[in-house]
DNA sequence: ATTGAGACTTGATGGGAGGGGC
DNA sequence: GCCCCTCCCATCAAGTCTCAAT
């Protein structure tokens, strides 16, 4: 377990030069790939030179044509524009289910005040009396209008869309021009949160010149505010790869402008993240063995501490900080884990010492689970459980800080969420494993969806059903079924133009044989796509791959059984994907592994 | 130990572009 | 060539984790 004490600052530069010497040979890519293999700075500066436009700010409003009203108490009213403005913010979302909660009205209203002149805060004082009705038709009759703009209109805002992308969408850093990620400034609105939000319906205030902070370095060209205002700052921090930041006002937090995932600030620092996951997988072992051991503590926090990261070993639990109780839904992770969102069962129908999951996780995504559990985890968790009401924690001696002070004893950069990322990667890689088949290619495709599912299972990775899911469903069996149909009709077609060539022996029909047995080969193997399509499709009715995808599973592993079983890389990744994983398809031979 | 700011990753969602089937 | 449906991508919220002040 030496390497285990590897910092991960030496593993990479290590990695960076030994890599994959094949590089050399590939020209093109030579040319644009050179970034990863560039020397890195060791006091923790993240670049010396960068240069930027600054943030596209959010469109202007503008005001609704005097003809479309709105209504206090059924008769017409005119706003001011500043809440007329907010008003429509309202009014956009009025077929939305948000405009019926009553925190969310009650957030709006409180905020929309605060808008209104003064004459018309007296006035408006009920927002039941509010009819933005003619408002919510104007915007989905200007919706409709843009659908059926003519494909000259439509081309016209796409180059205008491409020109601001040229303009504001790329940075350079060091010596290298980059794509950054979100350089629009979110336009104002109403704040809506996931799940049970105490603050949804609240203004999200419009965000001015005045509220940003610009950085870049000192002998760059820096960005200049629109005409008339000003910059909150400008500084020139290259300890942190922001370009641009502001505080938004419903939680306070500081939002930023960074760079796109295919930039080599965030590439690099997702490999370091899978060469960290790596490590742990030299030392897993070990740590398993240690927390179970610990399991028998005399002392109670180490227990707790022991059977938490089994949870999050085991079921890929997050590590679940505390949160401010009032300001955001209330979810949870391991470490913050209620009595409530545990049940103990001694015994369910077969197994013996099931524990039964229960709570809302990150989003508000529910994590259900029954998993029976070893007798020594089981009892402990009864012991924490002693004289506790619902409502408290689980784990009372243990938060997440405590968790990774101890993580980061057992190996250098330990972290709770290192354990998703292990577990995650090393379960891809066993099931593609498994699945290897000489299959054919949308087969192949199948095995990696399926293991790549494992994965997403395991992460509580889900997703509402498509709205659409059961009738596309039933359109792509209608498919198989017409497909079948075919089938049949074309062997019954094979079979009268044997017997017509066995008549006459001659050359035409012959060739009509042969040409018969090609059409049904054609649509076997078109069957056979429409079948695979229709199993894949079911299997992920409510699992996102996504996110697993793109967070979780080190991409050297796929691009790795691409080259491997022969797979096209496009066929696993997108062009995005492909841009955001480029360190990995440059670096990652056919006998990686993980 | 506790708190909070700050920086950065991870997450579900929905609108719309564009590709495939008829 | 049209339409439908898929998938891509932007969006922006919600986590994790570090660091420093108290």
């Known amino acids: 377990s030496a390497d285990c004490v590897l910092s991960n600052e030496s593993v990479l530069f290590t990695c960076f030069r030994t890599s994959s010497p094949k590089r050399r040979q590939k020209t093109r890519k030579e040319q644009k790939e050179r970034k990863w293999e560039e020397e890195r700075s060791t006091d923790g500066s993240k670049w010396r030179f960068l240069e930027h436009k600054g943030p596209v700010f959010a469109p202007l409003y503008e005001p609704m044509p005097d003809k479309v009203k709105f209504y206090y108490d059924g008769k017409p009213m005119k706003l001011s524009a500043p809440a007329e403005e907010v008003a429509t913010f309202f009014a956009k979302m009025l077929d939305h289910e948000y405009t019926t909660k009553d925190i969310f009205r009650k957030n709006f209203f409180k905020d929309w005040r605060k808008e209104m002149t003064s004459e018309e805060k007296t006035k408006i004082t009920d927002l039941n009396k509010c009819n933005f009705s003619e408002m919510n038709e104007y915007f989905k009759a200007q919706s409709e209008a843009r659908k059926q703009m003519s494909k000259e209109e439509k081309q016209k805002i796409k180059e205008e869309n491409e020109r601001l992308l040229q303009e504001y969408g790329f940075c350079l850093m060091d010596n290298h021009k980059e794509r950054i990620g979100n350089f629009r400034i979110e336009p104002p609105g109403l704040f809506r949160g996931r799940g049970d939000h105490p603050k949804m319906g609240m ?61 080599r600030i965030k590439g690099e620092k997702d490999w370091q993240k899978y060469e960290t996951a790596r490590r742990l997988k030299k030392c897993v072992d070990r740590i398993r063995t240690q927390y179970r051991d610990d399991w028998k503590s005399k002392e109670m926090r180490i227990r707790q501490r022991a059977v938490a990261l089994y949870f999050i070993d085991k079921l890929a639990l997050r590590a679940g900080n505390e949160k401010e109780e009032g300001e955001t839904a209330d979810t949870v992770g391991c470490c913050s884990l209620r009595v409530e969102h545990i049940k103990l069962y001694p015994k369910m129908d077969e197994q013996e010492y099931v524990v039964e ?23 402990n968790l009864q012991l924490f459980l002693e004289n506790k009401q619902p409502e408290d924690d689980l784990f009372d001696r243990l938060n997440t800080s405590i968790l990774n002070k101890h993580l980061q004893e057992l190996m250098d950069g330990l972290t709770a969420k290192v354990f998703r990322t292990y577990n995650a990667s090393i379960t891809l890689q066993q099931q593609l494993k498994e699945l290897a088949s000489d299959d054919s290619l949308p087969a192949k495709i199948l095995s990696y969806n399926r293991a790549n599912r494992a994965v997403a299972i395991l992460c509580n990775h889900q997703r509402a059903p498509p709205k659409t899911f059961e009738k596309s469903m039933q359109n792509l069996q209608t498919k198989i079924d017409e497909k079948q149909n075919q ?8 079979k009268a133009a044997k017997a017509d060539h066995k008549a006459s022996h001659d050359d035409k029909s012959k060739k009509a044989v042969e040409l018969k047995r090609k059409a049904i080969q054609r649509i076997e193997e078109q069957l056979m796509k429409l079948q695979v399509q229709a199993t894949d499709r079911e299997e992920n009715k409510q699992i996102a791959l996504g996110t697993s995808k793109l967070n979780y599973l080190d991409p050297r592993i796929s691009v790795a059984w691409c080259k491997k079983w022969d797979v096209p890389i496009e066929k696993i990744y997108n062009k995005t994907q492909r841009e955001k994983f480029a360190w990995a398809i440059d670096m990652a031979e056919k006998d990686y592994e993980f």
């Open 487 to 494: 089938l049949s009709a074309a062997r019954k077609q094979l």
């Open 203 to 263: 203004l999200k205030r419009r965000i001015r010149p005045e509220d940003i902070i610009i950085n870049c370095s000192k002998d760059s060209k820096h960005p200049k505010p629109p005409p008339g205002t000003k910059w909150k700052e400008v500084r020139h921090d290259n300890k942190v790869t922001w370009l641009a930041s502001w505080t938004e006002n419903i939680q306070g937090s500081i939002k930023y402008i960074m760079l796109n995932p295919s930039s």
């Open 357 to 379: 999951f229960d709570f809302l996780g990150k989003d508000s995504i529910r994590y259900y689970n029954k998993i029976p559990v070893e007798k020594r985890v089981f009892k």
